[in-house]
């Protein structure tokens, strides 16, 4: 167990010293002499749109991993709730399955009459989830935190009302057109070619549109800010799936400058 702790201290601070020297590597471009190589598993400079990964920080081809899907999040108003962490195959290691699933199969291995190096390593790794997944709830659980959540809630919540009315506007447009092109048709109205220069507006977004993000004007404190990134790191690093480590990238998200870069990637690619 020892050994597994010591292990645990080296990744810990190994993965810092690996993310700033990452963190000077320019996305997108051939690396100059001396300049630290890209990452990626391909092994190549190029290979279309690169994004990179949140915990080593390193470039990676899109076409070469697998990475997060906007197609199935657009309804979801408020951008900074988008599932758009891209971890690297190297950092993300495992299927990383969620906690519940460690500790049922924890308790199983505990019934043998014989102890196994699986299983000691499999204890490590859940009381790491465990004491990570506490100091996260507490972190959440402060003041500062909570008002945010609470704002975040309420802007949601704007966002959501918006786009319905957005929505109904744009269907209710689109149908007045098609009309006006039905009488056209007719002879009752405009002359059909005239009227066929103006577009039907239909009510799903473009990827353009889509980019159209602002803000939500939510801030934390330097030090929470700093806190909340640094249990984002440590909880990166677990192999285990908690429902903290998604909340308090939501937060980190909202407090930054929405991504437009990344997301266009994103959206790119699927």
């Known amino acids: 167990i020892l050994a597994f ?3 645990e201290r080296k990744e810990r601070d190994g ?3 690996l993310r700033q020297r990452n963190m000077s590597k320019t996305a997108g471009k051939e690396q100059e002499e001396g300049e630290p190589q890209g ?6 400079d190029s290979g279309g749109p690169v994004l990179q990964c949140e915990l080593c ?3 990676f081809h899109s076409s070469c991993t697998s990475c997060p899907r906007l197609s ?3 309804h979801l108003a408020a951008w900074w709730d988008w599932d758009t962490k891209f971890l690297c195959p190297l950092c993300l290691r495992s299927r990383r399955p969620r906690l519940e699933i460690i500790l049922s199969l924890l308790v199983a291995l505990q019934k043998l009459p014989v102890r196994l190096p699986e299983g000691e390593a499999l204890q490590c790794l859940t009381e790491r989830a465990i004491l990570w997944q506490d100091r ?3 972190a959440m ?4 935190v909570t008002a945010l959540l609470d704002q975040l809630t309420e802007l949601r919540q704007q966002l959501h009302n918006q786009m319905v009315k957005d929505t109904i506007a744009l269907k209710e447009r689109s149908r007045t057109v098609h009309h006006r092109r039905l009488d056209a048709v007719n002879g009752d109205a405009l002359n059909l070619s005239q009227e066929s220069q103006e577009p039907i507006v239909t009510s799903e977004p473009t990827d353009e549109e889509e980019l159209c993000l602002q803000s939500p004007a939510v801030q934390l404190s330097e030090n929470v800010q700093q806190q909340l990134e640094e249990l984002m790191i440590d909880g990166d690093l677990l192999e285990v799936t908690l429902d903290e480590s998604h909340n ?3 937060v980190l998200q909202a407090v930054r400058a929405p991504p437009r870069e990344k997301l266009h990637k994103l959206l790119q690619v699927g």
């Not at 990452?39 to 190549?44: K, L, R």
């Not at 659980?141 to 500062?144: C, L, V």
Request: charged share 40%.
């Open 57 to 59: 920080k390193d470039w």
């Open 72 to 74: 199935h999040q657009r």
């Open 141 to 144: 659980a402060s003041k500062e």
């Open 136 to 138: 996260a709830r507490r």
């Open 248 to 250: 308090i990238w939501r």
């Open 5 to 7: 702790k010591e292990a």
């Open 39 to 44: 990452g990626c598993v391909c092994g190549q």
């Open 15 to 17: 993965i810092r010293v």
